[in-house]
């Protein structure tokens, strides 16, 4: 069973935005840092940013200024909102655990920027 469901993403023309879901399960969602990965293809997976239970963000320096990511209790769901979105964003975008470590990865949401 998946632990959170990842949505929102689609293709973007470069300059656009886009607002990524986690719907995540009481229990992950209680994990004191989630954050948002990607992986691009041939590329590492790489953290771009991550919230602790508390709403303090921490933004990769690649993609600061332009993502933000937050967190709504009530719902259980994590936030990255994209903007001036780039093709170098290109990525299958992953939520989950930042602290602990994450054992397993759900499908990910795809994200595409192109013209």
């Known amino acids: 069973q998946e632990h959170v469901v990842e949505s929102g993403g689609g293709l973007v023309q470069p300059g656009g935005s886009l607002r990524l879901s986690c719907a995540a399960s009481?229990?992950?969602?209680?994990?004191?840092?989630l954050g948002w990965y990607r992986q691009a293809p041939g590329k590492e997976r790489e953290l771009v940013a991550d919230?602790?239970?508390?709403?303090?963000?921490s933004i990769q320096d690649s993609v600061k200024g332009r993502f933000s990511i937050s967190r709504e209790n009530a719902n259980n769901t994590v936030y990255l909102q994209m903007n001036s979105q780039k093709p170098e964003d290109t990525a299958v975008y992953y939520c989950?655990?930042?602290?602990?470590?994450?054992?397993?990865w759900g499908q990910g949401t795809q994200v595409i920027v192109s013209a």
């Open positions: 989950n655990s930042v602290a602990p470590l994450a054992g397993s």
């Open positions: 009481g229990s992950i969602f209680s994990i004191a840092r």
């Open positions: 919230i602790t239970k508390g709403g303090m963000t």
